[in-house]
């Protein structure tokens, strides 16, 4: 009908990221490397956090949705044998 229109903001619609890694990806490396911090006192594995963390904003920029893709791909049983 013409003149009936409803707006959706773009935050119904988009994931929610933390640092442009989506949200449970973010928590997980977070406390991954806090842990190893603080429960080996040393800072070895923190830059190998910062790299996932740089490589799962490069993943999350180029598709949004693909760790929850790749989770569910992962779920799936594999019906054809090779």
Not at 61 to 73: G, S, T, V
């Amino acid at each position: 009908m013409e003149g009936y229109r409803i707006p959706i903001h773009h935050s119904l619609t988009e994931q929610i990221l933390l640092g442009g890694v989506p949200r449970g990806i973010a928590i997980l490396n977070g406390t991954l490397a806090a842990a190893f911090a603080l429960g080996m006192h040393t800072i070895t594995p923190l830059p190998i956090c910062l790299v996932v963390h740089i490589v799962a904003m490069f993943a999350a920029k180029k598709d949004p949705q693909f760790f929850d893709c790749f989770k569910r791909h992962i779920q799936q049983k594999s019906y054809y044998s090779n």
